[in-house]
């Protein structure tokens, strides 16, 4: 909880400030601050400032609390004109959870305000002695406060109804009670606040690795009847020789389940011809299963991998943890502010998509290897898609075609609904002489004729 205003008063009645230099500020938080000060009397000591929280206060500490990153405005102008100055005086506002200091250099004297309030009127304001407000940490407007605004401070006759009383405490002081117990209070509220976040998080990502689990067994249901496939070439295959060219369909017995199954043919094909699309077809759509299959194994070991992660870092001790956890990306996925594209993963292989030329060229400059495929639409403008090379594996049919919907879906071949792609080792690019930011020439590539699947690259991009 907050300081009354009679803790303030306890609370300035013990700090060394008159006299005071102010040799130091170091920024932890928007609103909350550490002054290091030195006086002849008290020699090195830290005031520490935080205001338009719960736990608003200001107390002398021996704690060393991390500096922020990044500086604001506020904390550039006081490191240029506060530090060195002298604290001649210090002023509680009456009855109120505010107070000013005079401080003091060789040109003048300025004031810094400290109100430790909870809600908009929260600040810190400096001003010159005529409170003529100089720079303040928060402006408001609509309260006046603003820069070159005269600061207006209501000075209250009495503390009204409710009667305040400093509340008891253990300890040397009741600068060090208050820096310990809210200090303890602020923590377990922010680990309580870290752990909530953690928890949503975790909801998040679950759900979406389950929404993910849904759609590939439902690919895995789509292309189970591969086996069907390969029993109907085996009967075929035991009939070829009742097979002519030029025939549409045939009706043969079903040894195994009885009765007569009618088997479609291409009368362009011969029966052999027709015999070993069958087969095709049958390897297609087993290797199709079994990496849906696949995908879906992995998916429940992430499921599994993500529920015991998010249990130990609940678990843990640690809110540092929780806190580089939170600032991780909400999903799973690998593109980031610090690496151009679209980075996504099909069936085990990574895809890098460029969207424009510029990410076209950042990601073959820094993001390829000479193994990695390149793949790119034809007589259409669009981003390059790369597929990242794995060791000892080549590059399945339906990877390719992932890959192929993704560079259609980014080009200007997306309207037609299809396009010729060629794919060739990024190690066979060559930069052209002059050329646009990002255009490359292939050699030794290959083609591709490739439909645009919408809903596969809905499932693909999340």
Known sequence: MGLNWKELEKILSELPLEDSYIQKITEHSISSFTFSLF?????????????????????????????????????????????????TAVKQY??????????????????????????PGANIIITDTDNRILELLYRRPRRGEEKGEELKIDIRESEGDRHYTVREYDGPSFNAFIDHSSSIESSQEQRAELESRIAEKRDKELAALRDKLDRQLRRVKETEGYEETRRTADILSSNIHSIRKGMTSIELDDWEKGGTISISLDPALSPNENLEKLYQRYRKDKRASELAQEEAERTRQEITETEKRYEALLESGSSEKLRKETAKPKDGRKDDDKKPGVWVSVSGFDLIVGRNAKE????????????????????????????????????????????????????????NGKADLYYTEVKYLRRAKDGKTGLVLPTQERNLNAVLDEKRVKEILG
């Open 94 to 119: 009456p009855y109120d959870r505010a107070f000013w200091l005079d401080l003091k250099n060789s040109e003048n004297t300025i004031r810094m305000h400290v109100r430790l309030y909870s809600g």
């Open 39 to 87: 006086s002849r009397t008290e020699k090195a000591w830290l005031l520490y400032t935080e205001i338009s929280t719960p736990y608003a206060r200001v107390c002398k500490t021996d704690r060393i609390r991390k500096k922020d990153k990044m500086m604001q405005r506020f904390t550039q102008y006081m490191n240029a004109h506060i530090i060195g100055r002298r604290i």
């Open 360 to 415: 076209n060229d950042e990601i073959l400059r820094h993001y390829t290897r000479g193994s990695d495929i390149w793949l790119h639409t034809r007589d259409y403008a669009g981003g390059y898609v790369i597929i990242k090379a794995q060791k000892g594996k080549t590059v399945p049919l339906p990877v390719l075609l992932d890959a192929a919907s993704l560079a259609i879906h980014y080009s200007k071949a997306k309207k």
